[in-house]
């Protein structure tokens, strides 16, 4: 299915390397060497991307996976590489270190790196607990459980092992204080995971920090167990620093050359910074400095440090800015430490606190925001910084989030020929013409809406089986009714998934039951709504919404006799997110405008063809156009200081349901009546939004804010896709 890679890999032993730190599967050897040495040369010539998770669920997008399936590779004479094949034809597949859309974005943005061959690597840390399982139960709502997995079992996982005694692993140690500014040490070891280019000639490694080891203090074990865990603010505080201050550490250990561009995907790694500071700070003054410091020392050497930062900020809403009491600080930090923060990291609002999203805006040498609408209210939040915002538009990985049918339609079409390494050629053809190609489509879209119909019906019928074993109460009215109702193919389908924050307002199309009903019973449409989503496990008034939603089961489908129905998918993950987007006839986002800086899970239905009926915020202020893509509805008004409340009396919820009530019979006419004209605007999506939301062209963007000298084939490649789309320009 793949295209024919440019190396020629004619054994499996091939694919087996070696390092100074272990041996790797995945690449030849010497595509290894030269990505390593690349990154340990001392011109610095890479890029470090520091998030605090990443999705990339081997599931989902792994190219050696395919090669191995393609290839019908399974067995190997050598013992060694017959295990590592094993585990990588039979292992568990996914690795729960992401939450949502900021991390899913980190892994596409390492793939589009790796297939670009920009060279960079990445820092994240390894949650033996995940972020967390989701059961869903109809009278309780959400429930939160740890996620149990191995990393041991996991391929595509490789624990670095340490050069001096090779059957040890390697540990790197973290330099931390404690309440008496009494130096500690906190100890991780480090497991590799490789992004590999889809021609296998090239990979970008992701270091995931696994501090679950026994010579690490006790609180810095339980703070790296699970993802974003926020019981206390302590642990908050530790889990940011466990990111951020190992970098350097980590860099020393694997013999790595600080390059000019520490990436920050977020402000949570920002306390890089603090240690990069200090360091320089040292250098100056020497190894006595702390006795000397003053104020003027601090902001010459955070003048130097900010000229390796850049910095991407992804939303305007409150809880994603860390803010810590400056209280705290002083139990976990020594006093250098606490002045750098006093002068670089002051809240203008609230004195007696840190944040770290002010730190970040200080200390860097550019700084982005991740759409044109957010980079404008971005500004407005941060008028001191307006003129270095700039932005840079979220994309998607194309190849993890084209369906398999939707692939095999692109590689049959010779107008798209090179489609999956430039996904620009979608905005050279003139598909519109192309009858053979609009068959295929639209039945690959069918087969796509067929596999997710399934999985609905077995899971209703699963947990209805459940509830009959067990004391369980299943999410879905559905699996509870005595007579099986079941969804039916080919019936309007509308997906939603996305984390449930309140501004998400998931349930505000059912804000009026009775309204929405009476549309559908007096032109006889049927409808389904496939939801799915997490709150995170404080975020109260979250779950509250997912509950709503259970509740509305009933309620829409009486009243509707029968004609909506809505179901939820517990645990919603990528895999279940590739197939939705692609199983579904348009993708719904109803945010409250402006607070949805992006929205990453409509650029991947737009990637299948699937409209979007959209508010107009985040991407879609640039993906939509009129009559062609999709549909907008709700608030369009100029941002104000109420428009960033989220305060409930300030969501709008009667104005903008009252929009999409108003707007669904078009889209429904549209769909059963006119099918043809809804298959054009599949094609319109592909036409004019996969060449630009797309990870390969967002790489290609952020390359202009790097410090990198390319060679001339990948300088040639990256410029492909910079010609694709400007993020930056004004869009009024
Ligand atoms: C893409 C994705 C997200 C992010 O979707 P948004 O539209 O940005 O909210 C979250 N979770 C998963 C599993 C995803 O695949």
């Known amino acids: 299915m793949t295209a024919e890679k440019s190396i020629h890999i004619n054994t499996i032993e091939e694919l087996h390397c070696t390092g100074k730190f272990g041996n790797f599967f995945g690449v030849p050897q010497q595509v290894f060497d030269r990505v390593w040495q690349g990154l340990c040369s001392p011109d610095g010539n890479s890029v470090v991307y520091i998030s605090m998770e990443i999705g990339a669920d081997p599931d989902v997008f792994h190219p050696v996976m395919d090669f191995l399936i393609e290839q019908e590779y399974t067995e190997s004479s050598d013992p060694d590489i017959q295990v590592l094949l094993d585990k990588y034809l039979n292992g568990p597949r996914k690795i729960p270190n992401y939450s949502g859309g900021l991390g899913v974005l980190a892994g596409d943005t390492l793939k589009s790196f790796a297939d670009t061959h920009i060279p960079a690597m990445a820092v994240s840390l390894l949650y033996r607990e995940g972020y967390f399982s989701q059961i869903v139960d109809s009278k309780v709502g959400q429930i939160d459980q740890a996620t149990t997995w191995s990393p041991e079992e996991t391929p595509t996982l490789f624990q670095l092992k340490d050069p001096e005694k090779p059957d040890q692993p390697l540990i790197i140690t973290v330099p931390f204080y404690n309440e008496y500014d009494h130096h500690t040490q906190a100890k991780a070891q480090v497991w590799m995971k490789m992004e590999i280019s889809e021609e296998l000639d090239y990979f970008v490694p992701e270091f995931l920090l696994d501090y679950s080891i026994p010579s690490s203090p006790p609180w810095v074990r339980e703070a790296g167990l699970r993802l974003y865990n926020a019981t206390s603010a302590i642990m908050k505080a530790n889990q940011r620093r466990m990111l951020g201050a190992a970098t350097i550490p980590l860099m020393k250990a694997l013999g790595m050359t600080l390059p000019n561009t520490?990436?920050?995907?977020?402000?949570?790694?920002?306390?890089?910074?603090?240690?990069?500071?200090?360091?320089?700070?040292?250098?100056?003054?020497?190894?006595?400095?702390?006795?000397?410091?003053?104020?003027?020392?601090?902001?010459?050497?955070?003048?130097?440090?900010?000229?390796?930062?850049?910095?991407?900020?992804?939303?305007?809403?409150?809880?994603?800015?860390?803010?810590?009491?400056?209280?705290?600080?002083?139990?976990?930090?020594?006093?250098?430490?606490?002045?750098?923060?006093?002068?670089?990291?002051?809240?203008?609002?609230?004195?007696s606190e840190y944040n770290f999203t002010a730190f970040a805006m200080r200390v860097n040498r550019a700084v982005n925001s991740v759409s044109r609408l957010h980079r404008d209210v971005t500004r407005k939040q941060f008028p001191k910084f307006a003129d270095k915002i700039t932005a840079v538009t979220n994309g998607v990985h194309h190849l993890t989030w084209i369906s398999e049918t939707r692939a095999l339609v692109f590689d049959n079409t010779p107008a798209l020929t090179g489609w999956r390494d430039d996904p620009g050629v979608?905005?050279?053809?003139?598909?519109?013409?192309?009858?053979a190609f609009q068959k295929q489509l639209h039945s690959a879209w069918q087969q796509d809406n067929s596999i997710l119909v399934a999985y609905v019906n077995n899971m209703l019928a699963e947990h209805r089986n459940q509830m009959i074993e067990t004391w369980i109460d299943p999410p879905n009215y559905f699996s509870r009714l005595h007579e099986t109702v079941e969804l039916q193919p080919d019936v309007f389908t509308v997906g939603f998934a996305r984390r449930f924050s309140t501004y998400k307002r998931a349930d505000l199309i059912f804000d009026d039951i009775p309204a929405l009903a009476d549309i559908l019973v007096k032109n006889n449409w049927r409808i389904n709504f496939v939801f799915a989503g997490k709150a995170h496990p404080q975020d109260e008034p979250g779950k509250s919404v997912l509950k709503l939603i259970l509740d509305n089961q009933e309620e829409l489908y009486t009243r509707s006799n029968g004609l909506a129905r809505l179901v939820f998918i517990p645990g919603y993950d990528m895999k279940i997110a590739k197939m939705m987007v692609s199983g579904v006839h348009t993708w719904l986002n109803s945010p409250k405008r402006p607070l949805e800086a992006s929205g990453t899970s409509g650029m991947k239905a737009a990637m299948n063809g699937v409209p979007n009926l959209s508010v107009m915020d985040g991407w879609w202020v640039e993906g939509y156009h009129e009559g062609k893509t999709g549909w907008k509805f709700g608030y369009e008004g100029p941002i104000n200081a109420d428009s960033l409340s989220e305060d409930p009396s300030t969501l709008l919820y009667a104005e903008d349901s009252l929009s999409f009530y108003e707007l669904l019979p078009k889209v429904l006419t549209l769909f059963y009546e006119q099918p043809d004209k809804y298959l054009q605007m599949a094609i319109n999506n592909l036409h004019l939004n996969v060449p630009i939301f797309n990870t390969h062209r967002m790489a290609a963007e952020y390359v202009r804010k790097y410090d990198l000298t390319l060679d001339s084939e990948t300088t040639a490649r990256v410029r492909g896709f910079q010609k694709l789309y400007q993020s930056n320009v004004a869009d009024d």
């Open 426 to 435: 979608f905005a050279d053809t003139a598909l519109q013409e192309d009858k």
């Open 262 to 351: 520490i990436h920050l995907n977020e402000q949570h790694g920002v306390a890089v910074t603090l240690q990069l500071i200090l360091q320089r700070i040292e250098k100056m003054l020497g190894p006595d400095f702390r006795t000397r410091i003053t104020n003027d020392d601090i902001l010459a050497a955070a003048e130097e440090v900010a000229k390796r930062i850049v910095y991407t900020i992804h939303t305007p809403v409150k809880a994603g800015h860390d803010r810590f009491a400056r209280s705290l600080y002083t139990g976990i930090s020594h006093d250098t430490c606490r002045q750098i923060l006093n002068l670089l990291a002051s809240d203008e609002e609230s004195p």
